[in-house]
């Protein structure tokens, strides 16, 4: 959608200024160029915002959303700024809106085993909330000591159990929604099944903030399991590792929670960052496998079974984590790989394509081929269970033009690559800024015509969050 926006002159900052309670805005320079981007990196990506709100309530957040439609002022809404899409940008200035103090766990509900909470929280608080009661949430992003609930649906986030339990959307039952005119309207709620009118849960999961602010989130709960193990699996090199996820998922006859992938150089990056060393850090790759059960036997059973078929097909080793701080090291290696990139690599570009299991070995090698091609310095990580591999290319020798242009090549090879394989651009990082001009690469004519059209029924004004997937 083509908009033009109005600009965010000294009487409407003034009028804009006086909707917030309590002086719950910012304009101060440095404070603004926090909300200017988020954990993509590049200074194309960034955008300052005029003004940055922090509504405590729904009713604020429709009387900002009543006035920026009548006024035309583009609104982005914001959550941790974690987000590897660009998806949180301002991209034409005006207001960004923090939902950073909309943050209370409103409701715990044992008896429908739901949590209702404001976009604001904390996934780790929510984890933490349901174990504390014998239950799971099983939203489970590597950021989740920092990613806010609210980004985590806008994004339907991923993360470590998706191969077991589905991404974020899996577990929204319902939602409340600023819509962008103002208006406040409920969908789903704590009804297991709801087919009465279309599916608007799922319409809003994954939506980027482009078609509404979600205010309520009601989640499911699901009963956590007593025993768990991981095992920590080397390979001599990804090939081997990689080859063997698709056959452990048809043949083992049981799904792990968890299926997670390293190469050797993210395990080189990542141990440099934690100043530690994992075991047989000089394999080829890594697999991490989670296992859960209720009975310690059936457990005991499976982590053999799974073991004995990882060392027949090419496991060097398999490291059985059975107690709380090992498996904790094991998992802090894996969760810090995306900060130990950024903060060893000012310029890099962190990947998320997603192809049908079968296909992860076919791709491996074309990241490979790719790599060498434009000679790019590459780590590969990711869920590989779900077919969802993070191909990063760091920046070691460019300039920062000649960067811009390689990778723009490595990327349309590589999406191309992946396409064919019958996969696709993002599998949890969303599309935001960063993937926008792709997305024709992958979705027909008729689709994107349909995307536009969703849009503008939602926003027919263009104010949410403009210069995004729709636009
Ligand atoms: C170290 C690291 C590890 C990560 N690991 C994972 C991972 O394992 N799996 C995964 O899926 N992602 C991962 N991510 C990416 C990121 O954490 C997720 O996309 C997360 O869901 C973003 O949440 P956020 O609160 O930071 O959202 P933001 O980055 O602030 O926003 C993301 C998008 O959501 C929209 N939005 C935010 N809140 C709302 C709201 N209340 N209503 C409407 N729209 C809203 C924004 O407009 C934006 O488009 C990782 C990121 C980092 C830095």
Redesign the pocket.
Same mark, same amino acid.
């Not at 986030?157 to 470590?160: D, K, Q, R, T």
């Given at each position: 959608m083509k908009a033009s926006y109005n600009r965010l002159t000294e009487a409407r900052m003034r009028e804009l200024q006086a909707l917030m309670a309590h002086r719950n805005f910012t304009v101060d320079p440095e404070r603004l160029n926090v909300y200017s981007h988020?954990?993509v990196s590049g200074e194309k990506y960034r955008f300052l915002p005029d003004i940055v709100l922090y509504p405590e309530t729904t009713e604020q957040i429709a009387e900002i959303m009543k006035w920026a439609s009548k006024n035309k002022i583009p609104v982005?809404?914001? #959550?941790?700024?974690?987000?590897?899409s660009g %998806?949180?940008v301002p991209v034409f200035s005006g207001i960004v809106l923090s939902?950073e103090r909309m943050n209370r766990i409103l409701e715990f509900d044992k008896e429908t085993l739901t949590i209702t909470v404001e976009?604001g929280v904390v996934t780790d608080e929510i984890q933490k909330a349901a174990k504390s009661a014998g239950l799971l949430y099983a939203g489970d992003?590597?950021?989740s000591d920092?990613?806010?609930i #609210?980004?985590?649906?806008?994004?339907n986030? %991923?993360?470590?159990k998706v191969i077991k339990y589905g991404a974020t959307g899996r577990h929204v039952m319902g939602l409340e929604v600023v819509l962008p005119d103002g208006n406040i309207v409920q969908f789903g709620g704590k009804r297991v099944k709801d087919v009465t009118g279309y599916d608007f849960v799922n319409l809003m999961v994954g939506s980027?903030?482009t078609l509404?602010?979600?205010?309520k989130i009601i989640l499911r709960l699901v009963p956590l399991s007593k025993y768990l193990v991981d095992l920590l699996v080397p390979f001599k090199d990804v090939e081997t590792a990689i080859a063997f996820v698709p056959k452990m998922i048809t043949q083992a006859k049981l799904l792990p929670a968890s299926i997670e992938f390293m190469d050797h150089a993210s395990l080189t990056l990542t141990g440099r960052f934690l100043n530690s060393k994992l075991p047989y850090a000089d394999a080829g790759a890594h697999l991490i496998i989670e296992l859960e059960e209720n009975d310690k036997e059936v457990l005991f059973d499976e982590y053999v079974r799974i073991g004995e078929m990882c060392l027949k097909n090419g496991a060097l080793e398999v490291f059985v984590a059975d107690n709380r701080n090992t498996r904790e090291k094991i998992w802090k290696a894996r969760?810090a790989i995306?900060?130990a990139v950024s903060s060893f690599y000012p310029e890099f570009c962190m990947e998320d394509i997603v192809i049908p299991i079968n296909r992860i070995p076919q791709i491996m090698e074309k990241v490979g081929a790719i790599s060498e091609r434009y000679q790019l310095e590459t780590i590969n990580f990711g869920?590989a269970g779900d077919g969802n591999i993070h191909v990063t290319f760091l920046n070691d020798r460019y300039t920062p033009e000649q960067w811009e242009k390689t990778v723009e090549k490595a990327l349309e090879d590589l999406y191309r690559e992946t396409v064919l394989l019958g996969g696709t651009l993002s599998g949890?990082?969303?599309i935001?800024l960063k993937r926008k001009k792709y997305l024709s690469a992958v979705l027909s004519p008729a689709v994107l015509e349909l995307t536009r059209r969703i849009k503008a029924a939602f926003d027919p004004t263009g104010i949410l969050?403009p210069g995004?997937i729709a636009d």
């Open positions: 988020d954990e982005t809404p914001r #959550g941790a700024g974690t987000g590897l %998806g949180a939902l976009p992003p590597c950021s920092a990613s806010f #609210g980004g985590n649906v806008a994004e986030a %991923g993360g470590n980027e903030g509404g602010i979600i205010t969760k995306a900060e869920h949890e990082h969303g935001g969050n995004k």
